[in-house]
């Protein structure tokens, strides 16, 4: 589990092939001298993966074919720079909202604007995950965790505040880059958890299993 708080923009040292379709990605970053052993997770433009290596300055992931394939990480190569964030521990405090680092498809930037210090930033979404997206509410872009400004039939916009120009690499993205997106959870949840009823709502009762007959079983007609 994430919070969508970048904390340090690594970059990409090496790409390679590590069988099955897989890329092993190997990245410099400062926090690979710090709490990030062989078997760890950490989340690259939010994605999660697993850290197989570690030499002190630089990590080495693996991003296997089924992730490359949901997120934006297979265009990745070498110089490029991606957000990189290390799991919440127990007891840490959840400054931006519960990210899981499981990318649930990837936008496009389809405009940018700046207003006095902001950047607005409008991400063009697959509809599927349009109905997930809701003013005000929160969203995971490439691992940055940021509120909904506005959303309309193609996409939404976000505003970005000078610090989250410079902490993470959203900023310097131009117009057409791809973007990994994660949306709420909680949504998909409630979601999953209402569909059986609302489909028995939208059922004939007899098909739903309501009959005269199991009405009079049941004392509800004679």
């Known amino acids: ?99 899981a680092g499981h990318v649930d498809g990837v936008g496009r930037i389809s405009a940018l604007g700046h207003r006095g210090e902001a950047l607005d930033v409008t991400i063009e979404t697959p509809p599927a995950l349009l109905r997930y997206v809701v003013p005000k509410g929160s969203i995971a872009i490439d691992g940055i965790s940021l509120t909904v400004n506005t959303v309309d039939a193609h996409g939404f916009a976000v505003s970005l505040i000078p610090h989250t120009q410079t902490a993470t690499t959203l900023g310097d993205k131009p117009v057409g880059t791809p973007v990994n997106l994660e949306v709420d959870l909680v949504g998909k949840y409630i979601e999953q958890l209402v569909e059986p009823y609302r489909a028995m709502r939208e059922q004939p009762a007899a098909a739903a299993g309501l009959t005269l007959d199991k009405l009079k079983e049941n004392g509800f007609a004679e």
Request: aromatic residues 2%.
């Open 1 to 99: 589990m994430f919070t969508g708080l970048i904390e340090d923009i690594g970059h990409i040292e090496a790409v390679a092939a590590a069988g099955e379709g897989a890329r092993r990605l190997a990245i410099s970053t400062r926090l690979a001298g710090e709490d990030l052993p062989v078997g760890a997770s950490l989340a690259v433009d939010g994605t999660c993966l697993t850290v197989v290596e570690n030499a002190g300055d630089r990590v080495a992931l693996v991003a296997a074919a089924e992730t490359l394939a949901c997120t934006s990480l297979g265009g990745l190569a070498a110089g490029a720079r991606v957000n990189l964030e290390r799991p919440l521990r127990l007891g840490d405090r959840l400054g931006g909202h519960m990210v």
